[in-house]
T-cell receptor
Framework: DVKVTQSSRYLVKRTGEKVFLECVQDMDHENMFWYRQDPGLGLRLIYFSYDVKMKEKGDIPEGYSVSREKKERFSLILESASTNQTSMYLC????????????FGQGTRLTVV | AQSVTQPDIHITVSEGASLELRCNYSYGATPYLFWYVQSPGQGLQLLLKYFSGDTLVQGIKGFEAEFKRSQSSFNLRKPSVHWSDAAEYFCAVGDNFNKFYFGSGTKLNVKP
């Protein structure tokens, strides 16, 4: 079974803190994604990585950065957390070839106070 | 640009009744289409997918979906809903680079 593991299910951070969300996959797939999920807005793509050290901005990259130093690990970084970044964050991965689905982690519920 | 529209935010059906969740997409080439389900506090689980061939695809848990190119639709159906089907459902389109675009979701409530 495909496994995508997000390091935390729940996080509470203070405004202005630097926050790291970690995601690890065990399938040796090339693509990894970070999505943000908010009620009524569905999933919005923050960043996408198609290989080690390669990244591409998604639809809402402002206030976020990412790091992919190893193939299996994709980190989302909130440089200075703000209350409007309180949300559910979902990591996903997929092979490079089109016509295959994405596999998701359990999500991290981040609250910024 | 790719986009997915799920026009129904909330749907309530009685247990045993049939279900149809609507999905419309916008994509210039042949779409890869997906339906995912999310139970409360969980990640997303794939229900079914369409890449090519037969336009009626079968998925897990008794769900099916029909691809209609002329209507740019990929509606999800189930003939008889169970209480355990209460969840949020997301339609998605994948492009040739395997990036995925999701709709805003439809929350399904099931009445006893």
């Amino acid at each position: 079974d495909v496994k995508v593991t997000q390091s935390s299910r729940y996080l509470v951070k203070r405004t202005g803190e630097k926050v790291f969300l970690e995601c690890v996959q065990d399938m040796d797939h090339e693509n990894m994604f970070w999505y943000r999920q908010d009620p009524g807005l569905g999933l919005r793509l923050i960043y996408f990585s198609y290989d080690v050290k390669m990244k591409e901005k998604g639809d809402i990259p402002e206030g976020y950065s990412v790091s992919r130093e190893k193939k299996e690990r994709f980190s989302l970084i909130l440089e200075s957390a703000s209350t409007n970044q309180t949300s559910m964050y979902l990591c996903a991965e997929s092979p490079t070839s089109a016509s295959t689905e994405a596999f998701f982690g359990q999500g991290t519920r981040l609250t910024v106070v | 640009a790719q986009s997915v529209t799920q026009p129904d935010i909330h749907i309530t059906v009685s247990e045993g009744a049939s279900l149809e969740l609507r999905c419309n997409y916008s994509y210039g080439a042949t779409p890869y289409l997906f339906w995912y389900v999310q139970s409360p506090g969980q990640g997303l689980q794939l229900l079914l997918k369409y890449f090519s061939g037969d336009t009626l695809v079968q998925g897990i848990k008794g769900f099916e979906a029909e691809f209609k190119r002329s209507q740019s639709s990929f509606n999800l159906r189930k003939p008889s809903v169970h209480w355990s089907d209460a969840a949020e459902y997301f339609c998605a389109v994948g492009d040739n680079f395997n990036k995925f675009y999701f709709g805003s979701g439809t929350k399904l409530n099931v009445k006893p």
